[in-house]
């Protein structure tokens, strides 16, 4: 689009403003490069070209995209500007083409426009058009001819050059002379197009009649309206000389490296003149040149000899065209051409401009991704100005050419912060002179963190081993996670994330350091290890986490004394009260080595906390006794004699090996009887001491009134069957004279014997025996049969008995008739005297046993401090 131009002083911006548009709009289809054209001389604020919108922007979008103009050359940036509101690009200072591009027949600036978001770059040519704004001007107001009188018509007389600023037709395009009649002007062109004045003489002159003349030459341009200079023409008429000098050539051409030393020569120019004496004698002089030529290059007046007196700068001036003239004696010039051409050195290194680098870069940026915007310009020319770039150093990043000599930077491959956090690599450019010039700047591509890294626990699974009894609170263990991210993606913070059952109350987790704490005091009874898992989770969004497992084994500690199972704590703490407690019978006719019991402990602890070690620490008789000391079996030492006291109360320790070690102790009581009946006045000394309690004397009393009332009726049912003469009815027929067979007695005579409260006969069929344990069921009267019957008792009543219904005790000497033999029963008839766990027979299973003892019977039992297996003993076994 082209510019438009605000309010002008000159007619001629206004017609330079149709072929601007018409160029601007063919511009526009030129892809990622917009070009405006706009005439000089825009005042400050001059509307250029609508950028935002010719690159594709929308207002809403200007502010995200950050339009801007850069150049490798500040000094193009100060003349243009774009509006951060609407994107336009405006004039920022008064535009003079003379002064910016000098004679160049085109003029552009050339700049690139920059967005971010994302990073792209336009390049951008703004052609500023010429305006006639100078006029021709000669390099001195006047000149001086001298030209003798005898000089024929046709001769030339080189005048001078004027300049012009502008270019194209605004520049110089002729010259004008006063009206006379002697001389015209005519218009050459030097090679270079430079165009200057020449004087052609029309008729001869007579100094006799004109000695000088005084004319007007014009200069003029070809803008519209033109504009021209003027000079004052003076010659002067001389005397005659015939002969003018001739230079060799009229035009020379010479080459000079920019980088020649200062008094090289050039050239040397020669002219002759056919003429003697003082008309022959030649001098040499620069003829009408601008002042930095002649500061340029000096020349001998006498021999012509052309010399450099100042450095020459390819960059600067390509090319000098001089006008020599030589004189002589007689005033007679002639004039020649001498054209200095300057060629280029590599003497200028490639310069970069680095334009944007966007920096820091997030480390999952895409490849391909431009980073940084740079310019490269190199003032030579040719191959001394093609420019390659490259970069140096290890990076995933590549240099990508642009046009105009910009340069993108762009990844490569995907960035990992974690590898590296910056890269440093270095542009170089270098020309294609020999020898080449290169120019380095260092790039320095920070990147940004992003969450891509999880935590990491430095183990796997982590052990700890922590002492029972510890302290809630004690540090168990540090768990430590890394994160190769930083800032907040690599904050890591930790808690627990489960584990196995129940193990959650246990320990807790500080969620900073990744301290692990006992939250109570462990008891490796209760738990002798557990697992629970810990996350480490970082800060990002979104945010990391890994597991660990935390694995803690709880170490035993001797924090729990020996338990005595046998004999059981509770009936030896009852025993001690009440003078009784678990027993064992020991026969006296035992040898040493017979097992009397076996202590039973258990230890909660492990290890060698519990290790059990058992000893007898108190016996009546300490030889008499010892107990094993790993297995807690107590046997006899020796046999037992009849010294030896009937009760024995053996104390046993339990000791564990911790340390310190702890131990508990068990009190056995043994009693040296060879049978259960034998025992049984020594267990009822022990209960005779003993308090009966109101609620056995209430018992005792209402078995009495019972058993009263069933005597009286089995009394009556007896004597009417006596009377009618018929046998006693089913239920009492085992209580009749023949309740035996004819096999005699199946259980011992005396089983009626001892101090139970109350006794039980059997009755066995004729041929059958009764199994083992077997037992009427209750109740029966305490009266045997016979005395009912009116035959004769199976043994005399108890003490215990009669002294619980109220009644004297029978004469002990009465006789007893029908009463078997006595005699001393066998050890095998009691195979359970030996329990081992309370409640536990050999002979049988305690459950099975005392489960067909009556209630009433354990009441008694109770009553009487007895323990209940004692009840046991009364099971026989009966003889088919």
């Known amino acids: 689009m082209a510019g438009r131009r605000g309010p002008s002083r000159r007619p001629a911006a206004g017609r330079a403003l149709l072929p601007a548009v018409l160029l601007c709009l063919c511009c526009r289809a030129a892809p990622e490069r917009i070009r405006y054209a706009i005439p000089e001389e825009l005042g400050r604020g001059s509307l250029v070209g609508p950028l935002a919108r010719d690159l594709g922007l929308s207002p809403a979008e200007l502010p995200a995209r950050k339009l801007r103009v850069a150049s490798a050359a500040k ?23 003379e002064q910016m591009c000098g004679e160049s027949p085109s003029c552009a600036v050339s700049f690139e426009a920059l967005v971010q978001n994302p990073l792209n770059v336009f390049h951008v040519d703004v052609a500023i058009h010429d305006v006639n704004d100078n006029a021709p001007r000669f390099l001195q107001d006047s000149f001086q001819l001298e030209i003798n009188e005898l000089t024929p018509p046709g001769a030339r007389f080189a005048v001078g050059m004027a300049e012009d600023a502008d270019v ?28 200057f004045a020449e004087l052609v003489l029309r008729s001869a002159l007579d100094r006799e009649r004109e000695q000088s003349l005084q004319l007007v030459l014009t200069a003029l341009d070809g803008g519209e309206p033109p504009r021209s200079g003027t000079a004052q023409l003076y010659v002067n008429v001389t005397d005659a000389n015939d002969n003018p000098p001739v230079f060799t050539h009229d035009r020379y051409h010479a080459s000079l490296r920019e980088d020649a030393s200062l008094g090289s020569m050039v050239l040397n120019v020669s002219a002759s003149d056919t003429d003697a004496g003082t008309n022959a004698q030649i001098s040499y002089r620069f003829g009408q040149l601008p002042a930095k030529v002649l500061e340029k290059f000096l020349l001998n007046a006498e021999s012509g000899q052309l010399v450099l007196q100042e450095p020459l ?37 490639p310069e970069i401009t680095v334009l944007s680098v966007s920096s ?11 980073v940084a915007l740079l310019n490269v310009n190199d003032a030579d020319s040719g191959e001394n100005g093609q420019v390659s770039c490259e970069l140096s150093g290890e990076a995933p990043l590549s240099i990508v050419a642009s046009s105009g000599g910009s340069y993108k930077v762009v990844t490569a491959s995907a960035l990992d912060r974690e590898q590296a956090a910056e890269h440093r ?21 920070e990147v940004s963190d992003v969450n891509d890294n999880a935590p990491v626990f430095e183990e796997a699974a982590y052990s700890a081993y922590v002492a029972e009894n510890n302290a809630a609170g004690a540090p168990v263990l540090r768990v430590r996670a890394r994160d190769a991210d930083a800032g907040a993606n690599g904050r890591v913070s930790y808690w627990l994330a489960g584990g196995s059952a129940g193990a959650a109350p246990y320990v807790s987790v500080e969620a900073r350091s990744g301290a692990v704490y006992a939250q109570r005091s462990f008891d490796y009874e209760q738990c002798r290890e557990f697992a629970v898992a810990v996350r480490a989770q970082d800060g990002g969004a979104p945010a990391r986490s890994s597991t ?13 004394a020996p338990r005595v199972l046998w004999p059981a704590a509770a009936a030896a703490g009852a025993g001690a009260e009440a003078g009784a407690g678990p027993f064992e019978v020991v026969p006296r006719s035992a040898e040493a080595g017979y097992l009397v019991a076996k202590v039973v402990a258990v230890d909660a602890d492990a290890g060698r906390n519990a290790w059990l070690s058992y000893e007898l620490v108190q016996a009546p008789e300490p030889a008499l006794f010892r107990v094993g000391l790993h297995s807690g079996e107590v046997r006899t030492a020796r046999a037992v004699s009849e010294r030896d006291a009937a009760k024995q109360r053996l104390v046993a320790v339990v000791k564990d090996h911790g340390q310190p070690a702890l131990s508990a102790t068990a009190t056995l009581h043994v009693v040296l009887a060879e049978s259960l009946q ?90 059958r025996a009764v199994a083992e344990g077997a037992w009427l069921p209750p109740p029966l009267p305490s009266l045997p049969a016979e005395e009912l ?8 009543p108890s003490p215990s008995s009669s002294a619980g219904a109220g009644e004297p005790p029978a004469d002990a000497d009465a006789p007893q008739v029908g009463k078997p033999a006595r005699s001393r029963p066998s050890p095998r008839a009691f195979p359970s005297r030996r329990p081992l766990f309370p409640g536990a027979s050999r002979g049988g299973g305690a459950g099975a046993a005392l489960g067909r003892v009556p209630a009433r019977e354990r009441r008694h039992a109770r009553a009487l401090r007895l323990p209940l297996d004692a009840l046991s003993h009364r099971k026989v076994r009966v003889a088919p």
């Open 789 to 796: 019957l009116g035959g004769e008792p199976c043994g005399k």
């Open 168 to 195: 194209g037709s605004n520049s110089l395009q002729g010259y004008e002379l006063e009206a006379n009649e002697y001389f015209a002007v005519e218009v050459k062109e030097s090679k270079d197009g430079r165009k």
């Open 548 to 560: 660990a497992t935390v694995r803690v084994f709880v170490l035993d500690r001797n924090d729990n």
């Open 425 to 445: 690599v270095t542009v170089v450019a270098r020309d294609g002179g020999s020898p080449a010039l290169s120019s380095r700047t260092a790039l320095v591509l």
């Open 313 to 349: 700068d390819f960059e600067d001036t390509r090319s000098y065209a001089l006008l020599v003239e030589a004189r002589d004696g007689g005033g007679l010039v002639a004039h020649c051409e001498v054209e200095v051409e300057v060629l280029d050195v590599n003497d200028n290194a």
């Open 75 to 97: 000094r193009q940036l100060r003349y243009f500007s774009v509006s951060g509101e609407n994107g336009n690009l405006y004039v920022s200072e008064r535009l003079d083409r």
């Open 678 to 767: 034998e025992a049984l006045p020594e267990l009822s000394e022990r209960a005779a001491g003993a308090d009966a309690p109101a609620e056995l004397q209430f018992y005792l009393v209402l078995a009495l009134a019972l058993l009263s009332a069933l005597f009286l009726l089995s009394v009556a049912l007896a004597v009417v069957a006596r009377v009618r003469g018929a046998g006693p009815p089913a239920v009492l027929r085992c209580l009749g004279a023949q309740r035996f067979s004819v096999a005699g007695a199946a259980f011992p005579a005396d089983f009626c014997e001892g101090t139970l409260p109350y006794s039980y006969n059997l009755c066995v069929a004729p041929g």
């Open 360 to 370: 820091p870069v997030p480390e999952d940026a895409p490849a391909g991704t431009v």
